[in-house]
C-alpha cells in the first residue's frame, strides 16, 4: 500500500515486487515462507481445494498448487497445514476502530489473532475531535502494524454544522481531496450520513464526493430512509456505492438491485446479519456484492464474541455455504474497494495475509494469522511484539477545559422561583440510537431545577471541550435507570466528543466530569462513595494501554453502571449517542437540545 | 470517460454529472429518457426483475425502479418496454478491432445493432504498424462513437525483435507509461503474449507491467504453456490478472483458481467456449471471474453469426443460465477492468447503455441499443448516422514500397544450377495458427527454384513496407490448396504487417502484390485472368469504406480464395498468420524463416 514506511510490515507496491518475484521463477531464489498441503479456501473459484500449497516471497504470494518441494530452502519456514484450511485473511468492510476503545496497534493485537488481516477504517471520531491531524495519526499508526488497513477520511465532520455543535474541525471538499492524496491506503470517502444533503445537492456533500470520484475512489454510504423510497436510487446515482444501514432483506436487496455493495452488519449492539442475509438465503440474490461488517464493536466484544471470524461463523449459521460466507469478509470486501490484486485471496501476486483454520470450516476455528508474509499469531496469541506508537501532545492532551467543575456547573435555573415546570426530556431507548421526546413536570426550589434519584431522571450537561467556544448545556435524560446518586462522564460523546456528563446529583457529577478532564479524556462512573474510570487518553476517544487492560476496564465500567442501576445492554454505547443531534429525536450538544423534525434541525429550550 | 471530447457521445465522468443528477432529484428536471415497464435482467443481484422501469438524466441513469411517472416531461423520450427485457449493453472483455478488417466507426455501425455498447480493445495490429500515433488514432475514432470503447497499449510491438522481424513500430516501458497517460479509457496493458519474458523476468517486458501496474492500470494475458505448469502461478504473480488462451476446461478453471480472470473465447475462427464454460457448467466453479470475448472476428462473421449477441447466446445453450451469461458479457467485464461505476449494469448512476431483448431472455434477440443515454439502433438497423472520422495522410499511405515488384522479385536462387534441392517448407493447419515443418526434394532449373500450380506447393514472400530496410525473404509454404496459377497478398500479416504474398506463379505473384501496394494496403487474390481486392486503406489493415461494403468484400475475397482452389475455413485468417514468427513452427517475416524451438527463435534456411 503504500512504499514510504519503514517498518517490518511495509507493504510495498506490487511493481517493487516484480524482480524478486522473477528470480523465484527462475529458481534463482527460495520462497520465505511455504505453507504444506491444506485445504485452500479459493474465494476466487467458490471451491474447496484440497492438498493445495502456498509459497511466499517476502510480502507476497509466489505460488498456489501442488508442486512447492523444490521452492523450499534452508532459510525457508515451512508450515504443515495437513488437516487444515488455508484462507484468505478476514476484511472487515466497514468498521470505527475508536469504537473498540483501542489503539490502532491494539486494535491490531486484538483482532489478528481472531484472524482480521485487514479492513476498511473510517476514523470518524478522532476526526471531529482532532481534524486531518488526528486522521494522518491513524494512517500512521496503522501502516505500522501488520494490519491491511485501508482508511476512509470522514464525510460529516461536524455531523451538522457550528451552529448546533462544536467539533474539533470542519471537513469541506478541500480537507477531503488532501485526504486522499496521502496514498494508496487513503480509499474511499467514509459513511455520508447527510444522504438528504446528497440527494438534494447540498453544495458540501456533493463538492466532497466529487473530490473523491474525481481522485479515482469509493465513496460509502450511510442511509436510513426506507429502502422502497426512489430517493434510494438518487443516492446511489450520485456514486455512493455501498451502505451498511440495511435491517431488513428488502432493505439489502434493494441496495444490490441498485448496484451497492449491501454491508451486512454486526456490531455490538447492531445485530443486523439476522435479517439482512436472508437477501441471499431466502431471497436468493447474487451474493457478489454483500460484504460482512462490524462497523462499532467495542473491546470487550472483541474478546467475549470475536471480530470477523465471529461474523463469519454467524453468517454461516444463518445458511450461507462457508465459501460464500468467507467471499463476503475477503473477495468481495476487496472488490468492493478496488483492491482484490492485492488482499482478499489466496492467489500468486497478491499480499500473503493468510490465515490456517482447524476442524470444521463452518466453526471458523482461527490457529494461525499470517500477515504480511509473516506469522504474527497462533492459537489465539500474537506471536509478534508489535512497535509502540508515540503520539504527540496534542494528540493525548485534547480536553481543553481550563477550571474544575462544581456542583454549581450542573445547576438548571428555572423560569419561576418555586413549583414545577414543564421540562423537554429526551428518553434513552434500550439498543436504539434515537431517543423519544417526552415533556414531565419537574420540581423547581429556589429558582433551580431540581433532580433526585429518587425522581427516576437524569441531567445531562455537554461541555465544549476543543478550547472554541467554552460552551455548555444542560438538558434532562429520562430511563437511564440510576438507582442512586451516580454520573457517568466521557469524552466519547457523538459526534463531537466534547464532556458529556449524565447524572442525578450535581456533586457526583462534577466528581464524574472532573475526573474525566483530569484523565484528559475517558469514562468515570461514579456514585457517591466509589469511582471506576477507563482513562481515553487519545483525543478522549481511545486507550495508551494494551488490548486486555483495556477490555478489562470496560468490563469494569459496564459493572459500575450495573452496579448504580443502569442494566441496559452495551449501557455506555447507547449513552454515548446522546449527544447524536443528527438523530431522531431530542439530543444534546454543547449549543443546547437539538429536536430532529421532518423539516430538520432545532434548537429547542428545556422548559415548555 | 473523457471530458476532453466535444461530441454528442461524449462520456463525462459522473463528478460532473452530480449536480444535474441532484437537480433531477430535487424535481426540477425531467428525465430526458424513460424505459418502462419492462423485465430487468438485474447482473448486480442475478434477478430478473418484472416491472422495473428505467429513468436516464443525460448520459446517466438516475433511477431505476417503479416510480416514473412523475418523471416524464414534454421533452422525454419515453420506450414502452412491456414484455420485453431491459439489459445492460454487452461488453466484449477482449477484441482486435483490427480483425474485424472495419475501422473503429464501422465497427461500431456493425456492433450497435447486435447490442453490444462498450468493450476492451487492443489495437495491438495498428501499433506495429503506426506506432503510438496509430493508437491514438484509433482512440480518438473511438471517442467519437457511441461506443464505451477502452482501450490497451499493446505489450508486444514488435511480437519478437528486429533481429527477427521489422515492425513499423517498437513499444517499451515508456511508450506504455505514455499512451495509459492519455485518459482513464487507456485501460490496460495489451495481452503479454511473451509469457515466458515475463516469467522469467525480461526487463523489457518487467518493465511494461511495472508501468501499467505504477499507473493503477490492468495487465492482460496471454499464456499458452499447459495450465497445470507452475509456471502459469509465476505468470499470475507478475500481475497478469487475465487470459484468454484457454481452450479446456481445465485452462480456465486454473486460471480462475490462481485469481485471474478467464476469458472465453469464440473468435471467427476460434470455437473455445464450448470447452472453456465447463469449468462452470460442469465443474461448478463460481462464474463471476469468467468474461466472454470474441478476440477475432472478422467483419463477415459479424454480420453472418453476430458479435456478444451470438456469444451470450452460444453460452446460454451450453447449459449457462441465462442471466449468468449475461453477467460473463456485462457485469464480470466491467469489474475486471475496474469500470463498473461506469458500464456493465443497469443501477443509477452507471451510463446509459442499454438494450432492450425480444421474445426468450435465451435467443439473446436485441431489438434495441441505447448507448450514453440515446437511442442508436432499433431492429438490427442504426438508427443514428455516425460522423465520418478524418485519417492524417501518413494514417492512409503506410506502405512504404516505392518500385513496381516483378516476377523476378519472387525468383530464388537454389544452391545448385539444375536438379532436386532438399526445402523447408512450412506446412499450413486448418484452424490452427500454428504450421508444420516438413522438407521436401523441389526441383531447380537454371539455378531457380521452381514452383508450379502442379507441384501443390507455394512460395511466400514478406516485403518490408515500413519504409524502414526494404529487405525481403522468400520460402515455401504447403498445404494452401491452391490448384491454378494464383496468388493471394495482403499488407494483413501478423504481427508486423509487412507485404506478404502467398502464390504459386511469379507472375500472378507479383500482380497481386502491386494491386495491394496500389492500394495503399488491402488484400488481393489473383488468377491468370482475375483479381479480387479489398482495399485496408488505414494502415493497411483497415478498410475505410461502410460496413456493409466490407463485408461484401471479404465474403469476395473467400469465395475468390475457394474458386482458386483455397477452401480452408477462414483461409484469410490462417493465411495472415504464416507471417506471426511468435508461433511454432516455421513462419516467414521480412528477415528469413523464423523457427520456434524449445530454445527459442532461430532464424533457418530455406535448403538444408
Chains 1, 2 share one sequence.
Not at 366 to 393: H, R, W
Request: hydrophobic residues 40%; charged residues 20%.
Amino acid at each position: 500500500m503504500t512504499t514510504t514506511t519503514n517498518n517490518s510490515f511495509a507493504r510495498p507496491h506490487l511493481a517493487d515486487c516484480l524482480p524478486e518475484l522473477a528470480a523465484f521463477a527462475r529458481g534463482e531464489q527460495k520462497a520465505t515462507l511455504v505453507i504444506k498441503g491444506g485445504t485452500l479456501v479459493s474465494v476466487t473459484s467458490g471451491e474447496l481445494l484440497p492438498n493445495t500449497s502456498v509459497a511466499v516471497v517476502g510480502t507476497r504470494i509466489a505460488y498456489v498448487g501442488p508442486f512447492v518441494q523444490d521452492m523450499v530452502g534452508d532459510e525457508t519456514k515451512v508450515i504443515d497445514a495437513t488437516g487444515k484450511y488455508i484462507a484468505p485473511g478476514l476484511l472487515d468492510g466497514h468498521c470505527h476502530i475508536e469504537s473498540s476503545l483501542l489503539s490502532v496497534t491494539e486494535f491490531a493485537n486484538g483482532v489478528l489473532p481472531l484472524g482480521t488481516t485487514g479492513g476498511f477504517f473510517d476514523p470518524h471520531e478522532i476526526s471531529n475531535v482532532l481534524g486531518l491531524p488526528g486522521l494522518r495519526l491513524m494512517l500512521d499508526e496503522a501502516r505500522q502494524t501488520p494490519l491491511a488497513a485501508y482508511l476512509q477520511v470522514a464525510s460529516c465532520v461536524p455531523a451538522t454544522n457550528s451552529e448546533f455543535e462544536t467539533s474539533g474541525a470542519e471537513f469541506g471538499p478541500e480537507e477531503v481531496a488532501e485526504a486522499l492524496s496521502w496514498g494508496p491506503d487513503m480509499i474511499a470517502l467514509g459513511e455520508v450520513m447527510n444522504f438528504p444533503g446528497v440527494v438534494f445537492g447540498d453544495p458540501k456533500m456533493i463538492g466532497e464526493i466529487q473530490a473523491t470520484l474525481r481522485a479515482g475512489k469509493i465513496v460509502d454510504g450511510h442511509y436510513t430512509w426506507p429502502s422502497d423510497d426512489p430517493r434510494l436510487s438518487a443516492y446511489a446515482a450520485a456514486g455512493v456505492s455501498g451502505c451498511h444501514e440495511s435491517i431488513t432483506k428488502e432493505d439489502a436487496a434493494a441496495r444490490v438491485r441498485l448496484g451497492m455493495y449491501a454491508k451486512l452488519r454486526r456490531g455490538s449492539a447492531w445485530h443486523d446479519v439476522e435479517a439482512t442475509i436472508k437477501a441471499h438465503t431466502e431471497m436468493g440474490l447474487d451474493s457478489r456484492r454483500m460484504v460482512l461488517v462490524s462497523d462499532d464493536r467495542i473491546c470487550s466484544s472483541l474478546k467475549e464474541e470475536g471480530h470477523m471470524n465471529f461474523i463469519v461463523r454467524h453468517a454461516i449459521q444463518q445458511g450461507v455455504k462457508p465459501v460464500t460466507a468467507f467471499q463476503m469478509a475477503t473477495l468481495n470486501t476487496a472488490e468492493r474497494f478496488g483492491v482484490a490484486r492485492d488482499v482478499g485471496s489466496v492467489t500468486p501476486g497478491t499480499i500473503a495475509d493468510i490465515i490456517l483454520l482447524d476442524g470444521h470450516l463452518a466453526d471458523v476455528n482461527v490457529s494461525m494469522t499470517i500477515a504480511c508474509g509473516q506469522v504474527v499469531a497462533e492459537n489465539g496469541q500474537m506471536t509478534t511484539k508489535l512497535e509502540s506508537f508515540q503520539y504527540p501532545d496534542y494528540a493525548v492532551n485534547s480536553v481543553k477545559i481550563e477550571s474544575k467543575l462544581t456542583p454549581a456547573s450542573f445547576e438548571v435555573k428555572a423560569p419561576i422561583d418555586n413549583g414545577f415546570v414543564k421540562t423537554r426530556v429526551a428518553e434513552v431507548i434500550e439498543n436504539n440510537v434515537e431517543t423519544k421526546e417526552v415533556f414531565v413536570d419537574l420540581p423547581v426550589k429556589d429558582g433551580n431545577l431540581v433532580i433526585t434519584p429518587e425522581s427516576g431522571y437524569c441531567k445531562m450537561a455537554v461541555f465544549e471541550r476543543h478550547g472554541r467556544t467554552g460552551g455548555s448545556a444542560i438538558g434532562v435524560a429520562g430511563n437511564v435507570g440510576f438507582d442512586r446518586p451516580a454520573a457517568i462522564a466521557m469524552t466519547v460523546a457523538h459526534d463531537s466528543h466534547n464532556v458529556l456528563v449524565i447524572g442525578n446529583d450535581d456533586a457526583v457529577m462534577a466528581k464524574a466530569a472532573n475526573a474525566v478532564i483530569d484523565m484528559q479524556g475517558g469514562i468515570a462512573v461514579a456514585t457517591a462513595d466509589d469511582m471506576t474510570t477507563l482513562p481515553l487518553r487519545l483525543a478522549g476517544l481511545m486507550s495508551t494501554e494494551p488490548y486486555e487492560t483495556v477490555v478489562r476496564q470496560s468490563q469494569d465500567i459496564s459493572q459500575a453502571l450495573v452496579d448504580a442501576g443502569c442494566t441496559m445492554n452495551y449501557a455506555f454505547m447507547t449513552l454515548s449517542l446522546i449527544a447524536l443531534v443528527v438523530i431522531p429525536t431530542l439530543h444534546i450538544s454543547d449549543t443546547g437540545l437539538i429536536r430532529v423534525s421532518e423539516t430538520g434541525f432545532e434548537r429547542v429550550p428545556l422548559f415548555v
